[in-house]
């Protein structure tokens, strides 16, 4: 199969010698039947993989341009030459040429403007449009000035997505729960746009008040290679982590700044337990190099609900919880 520079010099060679609307005058009419008549021998020659007839139909000092690269062929042999490496290992392709317009610019000279398509028994089909200026010398009309650019028939490549990174936390997807008699922390988390990030909001009720909320977002970093996260709390902290993980142990490295300025590191543990389950807890918590107690392993559970949770991302508490 010839490569997609080739493939379009195939395609605005053979596009090129097609002609369009019908002139009033019968002169042009007959220029323009000469034209179709080339355009049909031309294709046909193409379907044999005849490239010298091909290149007959192109003047001496003719030019191709491939506008989508910018590379270009002068002259008659070295389109010969050209068609001759596209048509290697191309034996099935055919052409399809459809005509937009032709005008004439002089009795010499006209402008032919359409689309062209190369077809393929196991591969897309190619598809171009082209521009195509036709000289007429010594009584024959010749193609003189060719180009084309590709068109966008092929399938829509997918959007970019660090899924691959993240899938192993696909299983937080959900809404999640850890209440007792006195508060309940709801988080809510879900994949963005193309799953690129996981977003994750939460809140901690108290006596029926929202005592803190906040937001985490969780997301592969291409430069460092790992997955970190971010997260910004009602009460104007935030921190910055780190996510590794052995098994089914999540362990996040933390850093941020608490409302009031101080610095703070910490440690935090998720673990999974089942589909519907998983642990939280805290370690090695400091706030401007004072250590602070650790929080004991709190047990989260999925939030029963009737129809599927939109996804989710792990509880992440302040780090002055």
Known sequence: M?????????????????AGSTSARADQAADEAAIRANAAKYVEAYNRRDS???????????????????????????IAKQLDYAFAGAEDAKLVVNIGSVEFVSPNVAIERGTAEVSYSKSPTEKTEYSAVHVKRDGHWLLDRVSEVEVGDKPPQAPPSNY??????????????DEDENATVQTD???????????RSFAAVVRDQVARAGMQVVG?????????????????????????????????????????GGQTTSTNIFTRVDDNT????????????????????????????????????????????
């Not at 691959?164 to 729960?177: A, Q």
Request: with cysteine.
């Open 2 to 18: 010839p490569t997609e520079r080739h493939t379009k010099i195939l395609f605005a060679t053979l596009l090129v010698i097609i």
């Open 52 to 78: 010298r007839t091909m290149a007959s139909m192109w003047s001496p000092d003719a030019v191709y341009t491939d506008n989508s690269t910018g590379e270009g062929v002068v002259g008659r042999e070295a």
């Open 164 to 177: 691959e990174h993240l899938k192993e936390l696909e299983w937080m997807i959900g809404s999640w729960v």
């Open 189 to 199: 988390c879900a994949w963005t746009k193309n799953r690129n990030f996981m977003t």
């Open 220 to 260: 592969w970093d291409p430069v460092a290679k790992r997955i970190r996260s971010w997260v910004f709390d009602s009460d104007g902290g935030y921190l910055e982590g780190t996510w590794s993980h052995k098994g089914d142990k999540w362990i996040v490295q933390q850093k941020g700044t608490v409302p009031d």
């Open 278 to 321: 998983f642990t939280w807890q805290a370690i090695d918590r400091q706030v401007d190099g004072e250590m602070l107690p650790n929080i004991d392993e709190i047990r989260i559970v999925r939030k029963p609900t009737e129809s599927p949770a939109p996804a989710a991302a792990p509880v992440v508490t302040s780090p002055t919880k």
